[in-house]
């Protein structure tokens, strides 16, 4: 039923978006020429994105349970870790130790060298895994172990994601099952939400891509690999050289060797670990970072890898997203310069065919995330999204100059003042489009200016919300894994 | 321990609610002597003085009020903290010795600014150094429960003006009344202070004391300022008008002043029954004033201060009961000011008196103006001072009995009928019709039913019956549509309630209560109030029978469909909406088989009976439908649609921006064209409010309100595409409940405590506040007839002989309404009829269905009567024009 009104909802949008692009592409539509082309490259982009959630999602079906084979199999546990607190990575390596369904073989991977890890590890039965340098960062640090591991399964955890006893019971049958499957990918899962912190939205961002999105891209046969909460087949990651090194992204990277490989993958949408979300504004644009630089560097990669088509499409949706930080910066500077100059990318005789053509391709889209995502994509999602635009912008000109990005670990805990600085764009872009808003209605309160102070509004209520958490210490919204309640991935 | 600790100690826990009306009673018996004596001096002086000398005593007893203002707040102190005799006479004295210097100090200025003479003003500085003092004293005498001793001093300075101030006044004009003003508040002070000399005083409670100073020292700015600015602002003609209603309006705020000085004390020693007492008190004083200027207005102000005062008659009802209101307020601060929300109550004081000002200098064109600001200002104090308790709601505990929830419906349905009644607007067209066919025979106005209506007879019914009983007066015919607006907000916050939680139907109620559209058709003697009210009733009932299916649920469900069917054929939409619910509810109740019986029983038999009830409509509308279609361009089919908007597209193919002046109207009501196209720019908020709604989980429950909402509109948007004029809000009006309802919903679901629930439910009050008072107001507002402003004129000036040509035709009814001994013809008959007549008139309507043709007849007819005739006046009514030729 479910999976019906979804791809009803789908065909629904698609149907709009047909009928707004035949409208807005139509030469008599264009005003401004400059502004026109930069709009309708800001509404193609996201209505390739929409396109390709909506063809991603249309496939979302679950996957059946597929119990472990009989008999024991050895599965090493690698928990990298480097300089994190003691007692967040404690939990993980004591949950690690009691993994059933398979004999365990845990290591922690420290690229600290800390005698007091060593010591609680082996408290654990564990061994702590250390090498002279930290090349490769923890690709370097895995593909380090993985020459000093030899079970032909791999189980990855970040040190700060706590695995569920049933976790390896839960995949490691899908690996059993078929010999072409290189890895098991389990959800993300952000167990410090619930405080209405920032963690709550960047968990609401990765619920919808844990949701149906990575369930559609299992059931195309393109789930990527997320570096974490994954079991890996030895033998696969053997085949391609183990974690390239030379991404900030290497699981994304991996994948896509994987794949090139003919390697399959799986998802497994089950909560089988609790992790820690980012805490502070900061830790959440150093991961955001991280991930649109390796993503976006990677374009070139998926334009490149000897891929089927459709794989190679949900590669370039998938990274693509992290261009979407230029439409923003789009949207946001068209009520600006039309209030400022009198410029406007449409001619003004269409406004009320803009509102018809538009107003529905806009209320089916967010209808089909709203449904597609059971609800888990809320509004605090898409303005820390939309807040921290400039983290793709500065990502895509980074990559674009062939800048190489370092691999950043992500704060485990929140810093305990606010951090504006992180929000300054958005603060500024608040500013600008405030300023400008109220030097238009000072001007005028014509119909038209009107309508653009009504936009730069909008950006400013979208941009303000996604940078209050930058005026939020981490202490306020910090609970720790063992505090939240477990939770399902939108189904 | 004091004497008095010693006696409250002595006395029972919780005295009866009798006990604290006791007090209560004294004092305000009291006060209404001292009120009516003043009332006296003010009346004595009206005949005694001629008006402008008048007008000059007026202003001075407000600047002698002003003066008193940090008076009653020091009451307030003094009540509260009547221990600190010796440091509050002191501090009283030296303020008052300092504000007597300062206005001796500034006595031409002063004079010069409030057009007063000098002598006035150094009579005014020779009062303040006795005002501070006397408002402590009397305060001293409520906190140690001297009430005696109070009525002595309030009865003092009555007796001094009306004694000594009458003499004078014939004497030596006004001065002198002013002097004996001036001495009756140096009585009263002797009197205050002999008679609380040796009393035993009680706890001093410090902190209340402040807050209640500061909010009475306000609230006393908020009733006089009003005076003062008119007087400023406004020509003298008006200011006049004012200073006659605000007299009347002072005394009724007078007769209550005395009750939360009454309550002060008792209220800080959490005294039972005494909060319950003051505000009962305060209602029955305030509403027993009320009654009296909506009643014998004339009467009051022929009577009190004679015929040149005519003008004020109409601003009576209102000013009154912004008094009634103030006195509630007032009560409700003392309550405030003494519990948990002292600073809540001083800011929202000091706010609305900053905000009243402010609109009175910015709004305010004439007196009418500022008694209905003034009125807006105490509704929204009162509202603000409730707002804590009506957040915490449900109240269970017998000290806040008061504000159960009955209680505050009670207020929002006072409320509401005081802002569906308090601007009336005229007869339009429609309505002219309806009234015109519910005086025919009973038969008669069937059969014209039949052959040319295309509505249902339940409204058109029930308005032949009240036209029997209480006549055709602007009043009685558009009564059932005044009380189908007040019961609307009960029934919103039922339906809310069942739908939701009490907080959302509060909400819902408390928006039923100012939205303006449903103000607008609550004064508009149709069919569509009554369709809103039993719209929400369907809701409400069809909840109920699917949830709990109780056999008055049931029936509940299907006599409010029944009505809703019987008063607009249109309501077949919101009827298959409520069908479709019953299938989703059967459906999911697949898994409890007994349920679904029970659903699928209820349904089947409210279906049957539903077809019963509606079957005697099938011949009918079968009459109608025959009619409709032999008609052409008939007298109804050619009335303006009433859409009134360019920015609808009235007349001509739908826009999108038709679709969002539906959605304006349905929140915001009906406003000038610039103003509908101002808020349809702001089209993106919409999209905002869709991005906020990501994330948000939908009941069932809301489903059915969405359903109800786009179900009517999208099918009457599909029928506009082929008749233009079907596109219109009024049309699916029961869809208006159902948004306030979600509206309501969509306000307590992200307001997770209750200051944000109360900032967001205020933020959109006040939004729809504004909106109601441009609506009513503005006279831009392409909605607004004044036929009755026109033909009042015309018929003031006009003569035996005397013609009316009036276009379009279909505006007979209307002048037959207002005009009805008026020779009146409609243009198309052509100018023959004048040639013998006298003056002629000729009236026409700016908003006709064929416009051109229209204004090219006018101007035809106004061409040949030019040509025997001179045009010696021509005048403009919003939306109504009239030419004058003789």
Redesign the interface.
């Known amino acids: 039923m479910t999976r019906w009104r979804i791809r009803l909802l789908g065909l629904g949008s698609l149907a709009f978006a047909v009928i707004y692009f035949v409208w807005l592409l139509t030469p008599a539509r264009a005003g401004h020429p400059v502004l026109y082309g930069m709009l309708v490259v800001a509404e193609v982009f996201n209505a390739v994105q929409a396109l390709g959630f909506w063809w991603t999602v249309a496939g979302d079906r679950p996957r059946p349970h597929v119990p472990p084979a009989d008999g024991v199999v050895d599965v090493d546990v690698f928990i990298p870790v480097y300089n994190e607190p003691l007692d967040v990575v404690e939990a993980t390596v004591a949950a690690a130790a009691r993994l059933q369904g398979a004999r365990v073989h845990v290591a922690v991977l420290d690229d600290g060298g800390s005698d007091e890890l060593a010591a609680m590890a082996s408290r654990y039965g564990a061994r702590s895994v250390r090498r002279r340098d930290r090349a490769g960062a923890k690709a370097g640090n895995i593909n380090h172990a993985l020459a000093r591991t030899t079970a032909p399964f791999v189980a990855v955890f970040d040190c700060d994601h706590v695995p569920d006893e049933q976790f390896l019971v839960r995949t490691l049958g899908h690996l059993q099952a078929d010999d072409r499957a290189a890895f098991a990918q389990t959800p993300q899962y952000y167990a410090n939400t619930g405080t209405g912190g920032i963690a709550d939205a960047a968990w609401?961002q990765q619920a919808l891509f844990f949701g149906t999105i990575a369930r559609g891209k299992d059931a195309r046969g393109s789930m990527i690999c997320c570096g974490t909460n994954v079991l890996f087949r030895r033998e696969a990651l053997a085949e391609v050289g183990g974690f390239p090194e030379g991404s900030v992204t290497e699981d994304f990277a991996l994948s896509i060797r994987l794949h090139e490989r003919g390697w399959r993958t799986v998802y497994v949408p089950e909560v089988l670990a609790r992790g820690l979300g980012p805490e502070d504004m900061a830790s959440y644009v150093s991961q955001q970072q991280r991930w649109a630089r390796g993503c976006v560097g990677s374009l070139r990669a998926v334009w490149r890898a000897k891929l089927p088509w459709r794989t190679r499409a949900q590669y370039a949706l998938s990274a693509g997203f992290f261009l979407s930080g230029w439409t923003a910066l789009v949207y946001m500077a068209l009520p600006v310069v039309r209030i400022v100059t009198g410029a406007q990318p449409l001619a003004s005789a269409s406004a009320?065919?803009f509102?018809?053509h538009f107003?529905p391709y806009?209320?089916a889209s967010?209808l089909a995330?709203?449904v597609a995502g059971a609800?888990?994509?809320?509004?605090?999602?898409?303005?820390l999204t939309f807040a921290t635009f400039w983290v793709h912008v500065y990502a895509s000109i980074a990559a674009l100059a062939g800048r190489r990005g370092r691999f950043v670990v992500t704060p485990k805990r929140g810093a305990d003042r606010v951090q504006p600085v992180p929000a300054l764009p958005a603060l500024m872009a608040i500013a600008v489009l405030g300023g400008v808003g109220g030097y238009g209605l000072v001007r005028d309160?014509e119909?038209?200016t009107?309508?653009n102070v009504?936009?730069a509004?909008?950006h400013v209520?979208?941009l303000a919300s996604g940078a209050r958490y930058a005026f939020r210490t981490g202490r306020a919204g910090r609970a720790t894994a063992e505090e939240s309640r477990p939770a399902e991935v939108a189904a | 321990m004091t004497a008095a600790s010693v006696d409250l100690a002595a006395r029972p826990a919780t005295p009866a609610a009798g006990r604290a009306l006791h007090p209560q009673l004294l004092v305000a018996a009291g006060q209404a002597l001292a009120g009516a004596g003043n009332l006296g001096f003010a009346l004595a002086m009206a005949r005694l003085l001629p008006p402008g000398a008048y007008a000059d005593l007026v202003v001075f007893l407000a600047m002698y009020l002003l003066l008193h203002l940090p008076a009653t707040s020091l009451s307030a102190a003094g009540a509260l903290a009547p221990r600190s005799a010796r440091a509050g006479r002191a501090l009283c004295v030296a303020g008052g010795l300092a504000v007597g210097l300062a206005l001796a100090g500034t006595t031409e200025p002063l004079a010069r600014l409030l057009d007063l003479d000098r002598s006035l003003v150094l009579l005014l500085a020779a009062a303040a150094p006795g005002a501070l003092l006397l408002g402590f004293e009397r305060g001293r005498l409520y906190g140690t429960h001297r009430h005696r001793a109070v009525v002595a001093t309030l009865l003092a300075e009555p007796a001094s003006r009306l004694g000594l101030g009458a003499v004078l006044a014939a004497m030596a004009g006004v001065d002198a009344a002013a002097a004996a003003v001036v001495a009756g508040g140096y009585l009263a002070l002797a009197v205050a202070l002999v008679g609380g000399r040796g009393a035993t005083a009680g706890e001093t409670v410090r902190q209340p004391a402040m807050a209640a100073a500061v909010a009475f020292l306000f609230v006393a700015v908020l009733q006089n300022q009003d005076l003062l600015l008119a007087k400023v602002l406004l020509g003298s003609g008006e200011a006049t008008t004012f200073a006659v209603v605000s007299a009347l309006g002072g005394a009724a705020a007078f007769a209550t002043a005395t009750i939360p000085l009454v309550l002060l004390p008792d209220a800080a020693r959490g005294r039972a029954g005494a909060r319950e007492a003051a505000i009962s008190v305060a209602a029955l004083t305030g509403g027993a004033v009320l009654s009296l200027g909506l009643l014998v207005p004339e009467r009051l102000v022929d009577g009190l201060f004679g015929p040149p005062y005519r003008e004020a008659v109409p601003l009576l009802a209102p000013y009154l009961a912004a008094m009634a209101w103030l006195g509630v307020a007032r009560v409700l601060i003392a309550i405030r000011c003494t519990g948990a929300h002292r600073r809540w109550a001083a800011g929202v004081v000091v706010m609305v008196t900053a905000a009243h000002a402010a609109a009175v200098i910015a709004l305010a064109d004439d007196a009418a103006g500022v008694a209905r600001l003034t009125f807006a200002a105490t509704v929204t104090l009162a509202g603000g001072l409730a707002a804590p308790s009506v957040l915490r709601l449900p109240v269970r505990s017998v000290a806040r009995r008061w504000a159960a929830p009955a209680t505050w419906l009670a207020a929002l349905m006072a409320a509401a009928l005081v802002l569906r009644i308090v601007v009336l607007r005229g007869i339009w067209i429609d309505e002219a019709i309806s009234i015109s066919q519910a005086q025919l025979p009973w038969s008669d106005m069937l059969d014209q039913l039949r052959s040319a209506d295309v509505h249902p007879p339940l409204y058109q019914a029930a308005l032949w019956v009240v036209v029997r009983i209480a006549g055709t007066g602007e009043l009685a015919v558009k009564l059932l549509s005044i009380l189908a607006g007040v019961a609307i907000v009960p029934a919103l916050y039922a339906a809310g309630a069942a739908l939701y939680d009490r907080r959302t139907g509060m909400v819902a109620a408390g928006l039923g209560t100012v939205a303006p559209f449903l103000v607008w058709y609550s004064q508009e003697a149709r069919m569509y109030s009554l369709f809103m009210l039993f719209a929400v009733l369907a809701v409400f009932g069809q909840v109920q029978a699917i949830r709990r299916g109780r056999v008055v649920d049931w029936t509940i469900y299907t006599m409010s469909t029944a009505a809703l069917i019987w008063t607009q054929y249109f309501a077949l939409l919101p009827v298959a909406v409520q069908q479709v619910a019953f299938v989703a509810a059967w459906w999911q109740r697949r898994r409890d088989p007994a349920e679904r019986r029970r659903v699928l029983a209820g349904w089947s038999l409210t279906s049957v009976a539903l077809a019963a009830l509606a079957a005697p409509l099938v011949p009918f509308l079968s009459d109608q439908l025959e009619a409709y279609g032999n008609r052409r361009s008939g007298r109804f089919g050619a009335l303006p649609s009433q859409a009134g908007g360019d920015v609808s597209g009235v007349g001509e193919e739908i826009s999108v921006y038709a679709a969002i002046a539906n959605g304006v109207w349905a929140m915001w009501g009906y406003h000038a064209d610039r103003a509908m196209a101002q808020i349809g720019a702001l089209w993106p908020v919409a999209m905002l409010a869709a991005l906020l709604a990501l994330g948000r989980r939908w009941c069932r429950a809301s489903a059915l309100l969405v359903g109800l909402v786009v179900v009517p509109g999208v099918a009457l948007l599909a029928l506009g595409l082929v008749k233009r004029d079907l596109f219109e809000l009024r049309y699916f009006s029961g869809a208006v409940p159902a948004l306030l309802l979600l509206t309501a919903r969509a306000i307590t679901v992200p307001a997770r405590s209750r200051v944000a629930l109360a900032g967001l439910a205020t933020a959109m009050v006040a939004t729809m506040g504004v909106a109601l008072v441009d609506q009513q107001l503005n006279g831009a507002n392409p909605r607004r007839y004044d036929f009755e402003g026109a033909l009042d004129r015309v018929t003031a000036s006009a003569e035996q002989g005397d013609v009316l040509l009036y276009e379009p035709a279909y505006l007979e009814a209307v002048v037959d309404y207002y005009a009805p001994r008026l020779d009146a013809r409609p243009l198309g008959a052509g100018t023959r009829a004048t040639r013998d007549a006298g003056t002629v008139f000729v009236l026409a309507t700016d908003r006709v269905t064929d416009s051109k043709a229209s204004a090219a007849k006018v101007g035809d007819v106004l061409a040949t009567l030019e040509q025997e005739r001179a045009m010696v006046n021509d005048f403009r009514r919003p939306n109504v024009r009239v030419w004058v030729l003789e």
């Open positions: 609401s009320d065919q509102l018809l107003a806009y209320g967010l995330v709203a609800g888990s994509y809320t509004f605090s999602a898409f303005s309160t119909p038209a009107l309508n009504a936009f509004f909008m209520t979208v």
